[in-house]
């Protein structure tokens, strides 16, 4: 694709604009060329805080910071032109006033380029939200499985299934009302998806949750299997990129030690020699 056919960047109001209309398709990105290699095939991409699991080989999100997200924020800015780069707010920046969440949420936008941030929670967050909308900061929500809060939750279970399923529902609700652009719904009953996909006005964005909703998101590395250190059952694997790499890097390793690389292709001659 040639840079002028190169497709116009995308707005909030234009991921609202698809609900009920057109799938929105994103991933998580956390590297340049990644973002480049998404852009024109995704309509946001999160620069998502498993970016602390993936790529730093933390244990959960919880020792996420400020600055590992700004680092990456500017990384995927730098391979965008179309899709809309959202960024999650790590653990701690946000929860506790809306004026901390302000001064957070503005810092990674200024610092990194993105159009909007992405916070976990439901009703207790609605207060937060509000404050940051109406302040210019567009907001993606995130309920259901919140890995922030796993150790409230007790672990990455499926949440909101039987009687569970209303406090997501008036999460739901909450952020909608408060001003949000969009919601992630992580690791929910599918009928409680469709459920919320077909009760609030945003677009649903799923992942562990149903067709049904708005869009989907996945883990870019657990979806091209370079995370392979556990599977949740809701990723799909559409390569196996990890296993290639260890093939490629274990190939390396014998022509070195076999002393059949670099071969004559990958070296220089002399000047003289060269000449002659
Ligand atoms: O951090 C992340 O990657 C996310 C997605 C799983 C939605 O929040």
Redesign the pocket.
Known sequence: MSANSKKPAVTAGDILAKKGKTPIVSL?AYTTPMAQMMDQHCDFI?V????GMVLHGLPS?LGVTMEMMILHGAAVARGLSHAMLVI?MPFGSYEESPAQAFRNAARLMRETGAAAV?L?GGVEMAATIRFLVERGIPVMA?LGLT?QSINTLGGYKVQGRDAAGAAVIAGAHAVAEAGAFAV?L?KVPQTLADEITAAVAIPT?G?GASVGCDGQ???VDDMLGLFTAFKPKFVKRYGNLGADAEAAIAAYAADVRARSFPAAEHVFADQTAAKG
């Open positions: 998580t999160l998502g805080d498993s970016v999100t999650d992405k976990e995130h890995p992630v992580e964005i992942i998101i996945l883990v």
